[in-house]
């Protein structure tokens, strides 16, 4: 049972342009979400992340937005450099101890020059 | 530089073999997790390791055995594995003292075919 999805296996974005990726869940009970940045070859590592608590958390170019009563979250990157070409994976903790992590299927972004 | 270390990047091993991975890190996280990943699939929990005590274990096959030597180590013992076994096998730390504020800090995996 995948508790967290992401639904676009791809996206292509111009160099400059908005990427905007997208992640939906259906436990009410993740308060806590994390998005992750992962290169072939390479371990995922942390991008950011939002609480509950919060509809929107920003990190330079990298903003994530969540809609709780749709169980929505979208990680927006302005701009888009192709650097930032990657697989992005959503990712919640379960509550009570929140070492239980369920991570999106993934998207992979590329970013064209 | 990742601050945790997986040895060996690669490895090959038919199924009557026992190998042994191995995971590092020095940043006082006192959580260490396997986890495993197919390609084109999400990361999936294996283990946890919350100070050197097994929390977690996600119902994994014995022919996958964890350990955790102390606070820096984490060692997954690999014996009569079958092929579809085969996978990146990933390493991760987090602190334990800081609530939901604790990302997972990812190893560059170990590749491991079974033949």
Known sequence: DQQVKQNSPSLSVQEGRISILNCDYTNSMFDYFLWYKKYPAEGPTFLISISSIKDKNEDGRFTVFLNKSAKHLSLHIVPSQPGDSAVYFCAAPFSGGYQKVTFGTGTKLQVIP | ?115
């Open chain 2, 1 to 115: 530089d990742t601050e945790v270390t997986q040895t060996p990047k690669h490895l090959v091993m038919g199924m009557t073999n026992k190998k042994s991975l191995k995971c590092e890190q020095h940043m006082g996280h006192r959580a260490m997790y396997w986890y495993k990943q197919k390609a084109k699939k999400p990361p999936e929990l294996m283990f946890v390791y919350s100070y050197e005590k097994l929390s977690i274990n996600e119902s994994v096959p014995s022919r996958f055995s964890p350990e955790c030597p102390n606070s820096s180590l984490l060692n997954l013992h690999l014996h009569a594995l079958q092929p579809e076994d085969s996978a990146l096998y990933l390493c991760a730390s987090s602190p334990l003292d800081r609530g939901i504020n604790s990302p997972l800090h990812f190893g560059n995996g170990t590749r491991l075919t079974v033949t």
